[in-house]
């Protein structure tokens, strides 16, 4: 015998119930069969509304069993033709008028009782329960329909009543044994009283209903037809990369029912279980996708089978040192629950027995917490224990597998991956027989963890990377091109995929946690919102996106000034901005430490010559125990391109403009030829190798004259560069004199910085360097003698972007 249950959206339409039928057609021959429907889609809770609106005497309650007979009317109309709707009408509205009186008594006396809404909730599967019968015997089916009251039998728990199986399997052989009709339709969700009274079997109750007439009769299998092709490693609505999952064992399948896995009711299980009865899930929709099979046992590559989580949770913690060594706590604990009905959903207690912890349903909480308040209210008063604590807006991530016992580091790899990302576990509970693992969270986290755990089980060696990247200038558009033009080696030889879910200018912003096209960029962020830094700092944090990277190509203040809210957040930096690096020591270290709190990663390699690995080797000497002793460099690439160029002919004033001209100094060439510039990057330096100095301890030996910095513009500027040119041309003549070459120096030795022009012989290995290039000399203990060389191209926007393109390569692996 074949048992098959449609769920409400299978049912939920003329179309749905026709599609229905044809699946019936197309089934191979199995004898008789029975089959369980739900209420079409969305009326069970309309169902309750009426109820509740005729309890609270409002007469509103008249117009929603209105719609409730619109949609079935309209049903009928399109599914049976106008001789066979007569009588077919006749039935739904002998039932409505019986639900409508019921709901008048109700409004008369102002009280709903679970008895009479298990009554009101019963009309949605007994009016589908005729539909579909009458379609399948138009269709020339041998089809009835049986009403499950008359064959299932529960106590008086009116909502979630328990069933009677002596009796319920009883009545279900000797029912069958003698089935009028090979196609026997019954509604799910209902049963009776011993008294005859109507009950239900909770919220979803049609999946149990079909398990309890699958194991009355022996079924070959039970197949349980909805709206999606089975059960999901994760649930698609929050995890997009979450697959079907083709084969399950019961005790996996009823773990993750528990925990969230919508596609079966938990109760279903076990009856079926127990015969051990395969129960197959199909979607209606695409019959021909295989499924997912529940059965006895299953081999699998992965150890974890599927992820799942309930939301709307409340922790209650009992706690005190009055609990220790005492026995009683515990039975006491649960006990004051159970009197309210509370249902508790996750257990875990410290070794010390020092504390108790539940996970309830965050409805129950205020309930929970007066009921064990007063049952330890001696206690509290004693001070011996402290007042029930209660901590709500949390969830329940559960990992499920029967094939974790036999991996080591299971429980580690998920802790590790939650660690990294900034997601916070309250606590942790998992069975002896390590088939779930189940850990308290923020709802706010919910998401990403699922994604997280997600893409740790079950994805391949494919880590997803979150940027949100602000300054799309020069260095901003070349990284965007970059990240383009990689994406293919990333994923193939790095196991990478790199997002775009922000871009920032400083008039526009745009944000997609679906990631956004490089192709384009330009034109997508032109139609953004208006650039706020607070705002976009915050949305960037409430994303709340696995991996998230803020990568700063601007040279703003305001955007450093809010690294520390994106490290609070677990939010790794990449940035070219020395602004934050070169501000006051206490925001530096601030930055450092939270990066370390926080797990998180604060990378900056490009504020010193751009793409050279300048940052990175210092902190290697360093970590590695080595001393800095002396740093030595030319960390302008502009400077040098400036004096590289100034020989004889060129006036320095020519110079500098050409400079200007080819992009290599700012609009204001002053901001390069002060000095400060070099100096924010030689205190980085010095910072980096363990001195705590602030921007006021490095000297500066400004060649500037005072009217050059002073001038009103930029063109008063250059006019002063043709007043002083004398000046100029003597540093060039005195250092050409001694057959030696103007460089622009950076150097930390003895603990003191300094910056400045200096003429260099021509053994020093600054004499030679070329164009822009930048070059940084480290004498350390280990490099004494013969000082450690870094040095190339120390400026444009290639070579900073490739810089801060590794530095992202390097936060997420």
Request: charged share 20%; proline share 3%; hydrophobic share 40%.
């Amino acid at each position: 015998m074949q048992v098959l249950k449609f769920g409400g959206t299978s049912v939920g339409s003329a179309k749905a119930i026709e599609q229905v039928c044809l699946i019936l057609k197309n089934h191979k021959p199995a004898g008789k069969y029975a089959i369980v429907v739900s209420a079409l889609g969305g009326t069970t809770d309309k169902l309750i509304r009426c109820g509740q609106l005729a309890c609270q005497g409002q007469e509103e309650y008249k117009n929603v069993i209105q719609e409730i007979e619109t949609r079935h009317l309209d049903t009928i109309r399109e599914l049976f033709p106008i001789t066979a709707q007569s009588g077919m009408i006749s039935q739904l509205k002998k039932q409505l008028n019986s639900l409508e009186n019921l709901c008048d008594g109700i409004f008369q006396v102002g009280e709903l009782s679970l008895r009479s809404l298990d009554k009101i909730m019963s009309y949605g599967e007994l009016i589908s329960c005729v539909l579909v019968a009458e379609k399948l015997k138009q269709l020339g089916f041998s089809a009835t329909c049986k009403d499950s009251r008359e064959l299932i039998v529960t106590d008086n728990n009116y909502g979630h009543a328990a069933v009677n199986f002596i009796t319920t399997n009883h009545n279900i052989t000797a029912f069958f044994s003698q089935a009028p009709a090979d196609y026997v339709v019954l509604p799910g969700f209902v049963a009776s009283s011993p008294d005859g009274d109507t009950t239900t079997l909770g919220r979803g109750g049609s999946d149990y209903t079909a398990a309890i007439v699958a194991a009355a009769v022996h079924a070959e299998v039970l197949d349980i037809w909805t709206d999606v092709s089975g059960m999901m490693t994760a649930d698609p609505r929050l995890v997009s990369q979450a697959i079907p999952i083709a084969h399950i064992s019961y005790e996996e399948a009823m773990e993750l029912s528990h925990f969230g896995a919508k596609v079966i009711y938990p109760p279903t299980i076990q009856p079926v279980m127990e015969k051990r009865i395969p129960i197959w899930i199909k979607n209606t929709f695409a019959p021909e996708d295989y499924g997912t099979l529940i059965k006895d046992s299953v081999e699998r590559a992965f150890p974890v089978t599927g992820i799942s989580g309930i939301q709307h949770i409340a922790l209650l913690t009992l706690e005190g040192s009055g609990m220790v060594g005492i026995p009683g706590f515990s039975k006491r604990l649960f006990e004051s629950l159970l009197r309210e009905r509370i249902n508790v959903i996750l257990i875990t207690q410290s070794s010390s027995e020092h504390s108790i912890t539940v996970g309830i349903h965050d409805t129950d909480m205020l309930k929970a917490k007066t009921a064990v308040d007063s049952e330890f209210a001696q206690e509290i008063q004693d001070k011996r224990i402290e007042p029930l604590q209660v901590e709500r807006d949390l969830c329940i991530v559960a990992v499920v597998g029967d094939k974790m016992k036999n991996h080591h580091g299971t429980s580690g790899k998920l802790f590790g991956m939650l660690g990294r990302n900034g997601v916070n576990i309250r606590a942790i509970a998992q069975g002896s027989t390590e088939k779930n693992i189940s850990t308290v969270i923020n709802k706010a986290d919910v998401k990403k963890a699922l994604n997280l755990i997600h893409e740790a089980f079950f994805e391949a060696p494919l880590k997803q990377v979150n940027l949100f990247i602000a300054g799309v200038g020069n260095v901003g558009s070349k990284l965007l091109e970059q990240l383009q033009q990689q994406q293919h080696y990333l994923q193939e030889e790095l196991g990478l995929q790199i997002r775009v879910a922000g871009l920032a200018n400083s008039k526009k912003v745009l944000l997609s946690e679906y990631g956004i096209g490089l192709n384009d960029w330009r034109n997508q962020l032109s139609q953004g919102d208006d650039m706020d830094i607070q705002a976009f700092t915050d949305r960037v944090k409430s994303m709340n996106l696995r991996n998230s990277v803020f990568v700063d190509n601007s040279a703003s203040s305001d955007v450093a000034a809010v690294y520390h809210e994106f490290l609070q957040h677990g939010i790794s930096i990449v940035t070219c901005n020395k602004i934050a690096c070169s501000s006051d020591y206490t925001y530096y270290k601030q930055l450092k430490d939270l990066a370390r709190k926080y797990n998180a990663s604060f990378l900056f390699e490009t504020n010193v010559g751009a793409g050279l690995p300048v940052i990175n080797t210092l902190n290697d000497l360093v970590r590695s125990g080595d001393r800095v002793q002396k740093i030595e460099a030319v960390l302008s690439g502009s400077l040098n391109f400036i004096f590289n160029h100034f020989v004889n002919g060129n006036s320095f004033r020519s110079v500098v403009k050409a400079a200007q001209d080819e992009g290599y100094t700012e609009p204001d060439p002053r901001i390069d030829l002060s000095g400060k510039d070099v100096m924010r990057k030689i205190l980085i330096l010095a910072r980096e190798s363990g001195a705590a100095i602030e921007m006021d301890d490095i000297t500066n030996h400004s060649f500037l004259p005072e009217a050059c910095l002073e001038a009103p513009s930029v063109a008063d500027f250059y006019e002063e560069l043709d007043t002083h040119a004398s000046h100029f041309e003597d540093l060039y003549r005195k250092a050409a004199a001694e057959g030696k070459r103007l460089k622009f120096v950076a150097s930390y030795i003895d603990g003191k910085a300094s910056v400045g022009l200096q003429s260099v012989a021509p053994d020093h290995p600054f004499f030679k360097l070329e164009g822009k290039d930048n070059i940084v000399l480290y004498t350390t203990s280990r490099y004494l003698d013969q000082p450690l060389i870094v040095k190339g191209a120390g400026a444009g926007a290639d070579v900073t972007a490739s810089g801060i393109f590794a530095d992202i390569i390097r936060t997420a692996r």
